[in-house]
């Protein structure tokens, strides 16, 4: 690391601080003693979705968001719970390691993830991700949903 003030590449970390994701050190140059600050981070690699019509995307974490939030609406889910979904879900994602994933398995990842914090988000989430035709449909996830909660 070179220091902004003389250039010298020999410095020493005074102090270090981790928070989510980011690494602050405060250094300071062996040489003209006067110390800076570094911020380091994880480059994420870019994620693209490859849509049901076969479409590439970049991942959009805001739309993931919404579309948990909006299942959500006026039920007893935390915006806490939903961050955490929403970390959960994208940190298998990235364990991966691929460049790309498919909404599906999104989808079935969203969907594991309200089904153990709340049925009814659930069931709201997965008519829109499984394309729910009728209320037959409806009826059959209900069913099942009741089945494996027994």
């Known amino acids: 690391m070179h220091c902004p003030y003389c250039m ?3 410095t020493k970390v005074v102090d270090k601080r981790d928070s989510e994701g980011i690494t602050r050190r ?6 003209c003693k006067r110390r800076f600050n570094t911020i380091e981070s994880v480059e994420k690699v870019d994620l693209k979705v490859v849509k049901k019509d076969g479409r590439r995307e970049n991942f959009d974490y805001e739309k ?4 948990i939030v909006r299942a959500c609406e006026k039920r007893p889910v935390s915006s806490e719970q939903v961050e955490s ?10 364990k991966k390691g691929l460049k ?9 990842l969203v969907s594991k993830e ?3 914090i709340d049925n009814v988000a659930y069931i709201r989430f997965a008519s829109v991700y499984k394309e729910f035709r009728d209320v037959d449909d409806f009826k059959k996830e209900i069913k099942e949903l009741g089945s494996k909660s027994k």
């Open 64 to 67: 993931m968001r919404k579309g």
């Open 85 to 94: 979904i929403i970390r959960s879900v994208e940190e298998k994602i990235r």
């Open 100 to 108: 790309e994933v498919k909404s599906t398995s999104i989808g079935e």
């Open 26 to 31: 405060r250094r300071e140059c062996l040489e």
């Open 114 to 116: 309200l089904k153990k």
């Open 8 to 10: 010298h590449n020999e």
